[in-house]
């Protein structure tokens, strides 16, 4: 969650320490089954998820579980949800040369999704929720292709293939944010990466985007939200990576919802 980074007197970037010693240990010992299969995960899911039906029976039958919890350890797998190529309509995706083309007030009200692995594989219907209530707030959200961001890869140590992924995304998002549109993520720890480890790894004079959570950027937005107005009680359970790093996240999160009237 990066506290140790924040809330800490301290500051010990346990992550980092973390993934330097598992580097340098595991290049001595070998590394277990399920570090390759964490480190791999973003190159499996958008495969995987492509097949949703396919994927489950596969990875959801009693052998496929007895598998995973004795050689990999991992249970309780989640299942695919739909694909988001079946549940959003073609004009929902992002296309360079159309989004080049449009005139500096239609880039303001566009916004760019980089999606990530496990809500795009697991979780569909959040994307597909965040485009309709974008929309209604007058924006036209379009969905970036799947890049790999390379967490997965830096939590169990796999430094040098972190910094090739995070060399390869960099080079893209940073082709991206030169059309001048805002790009947001929906999943904090590993939008965050994009701020730290990556400027880490590469320097920060390399890494020229920025990728905004959701919460940073509706709060900076002069909301027209009556239409969307809602007279009910909602309960958020905050990212506990967003807590740490983002002052002030939860009292954002009830300024937006005031506008909704939740």
């Not at 330097?20 to 190159?43: G, I």
């Not at 990728?211 to 007279?231: F, G, I, M, P, Y």
Request: a positive charge; glycine letters at 4%.
């Amino acid at each position: 969650c990066k506290a140790c980074t924040t809330a800490c007197p301290v500051k010990v970037d346990v992550p980092t320490f973390r993934t330097e010693f598992l580097s340098a240990y595991y290049s001595r010992y070998l590394r277990p089954l399920s570090s390759y299969l964490v480190a791999n995960v973003e190159h499996v899911l958008p495969l995987a998820s492509k097949m949703p039906k396919f994927s489950n029976l596969l990875a959801n039958n009693p052998f496929s579980r007895w598998v995973t919890r004795h050689l990999f350890g991992y249970v309780d797998a989640p299942k695919f949800s739909d694909s988001l190529s079946c549940v959003l309509p073609k004009d929902a995706w992002f296309d360079e040369a159309r989004v080049s083309k449009l005139s500096e007030r239609e880039r303001a009200k566009t916004l760019l999704l980089v999606q990530d692995p496990f809500t795009s594989s697991y979780e569909s219907e959040l994307v597909v929720d965040t485009f309709n209530v974008l929309r209604a707030l007058g924006y036209t959200p379009l969905l970036l292709p799947f890049k790999a961001n390379g967490k997965p890869a830096h939590v169990k140590g796999f430094v040098n293939k972190f910094e090739s992924i995070a060399a390869s995304s960099t080079r893209y998002l940073n082709r991206v944010a030169k059309l001048g549109v805002d790009m947001i993520g929906l999943d904090a720890s590993l939008v965050f990466v994009y701020r730290d480890e990556y400027i880490k790894a590469l320097g920060e004079d390399k890494v020229k985007f920025k990728v905004a959570l959701l919460s940073e950027w509706l709060v900076k937005q002069s909301l027209d939200a009556e239409k969307l107005s809602h007279n009910e009680q909602v309960t958020l359970l905050s990212h506990c990576t967003e807590k740490s790093i983002i002052n002030g996240v939860e009292q954002d999160w009830q300024r937006i919802f005031s506008q909704f009237g939740l």
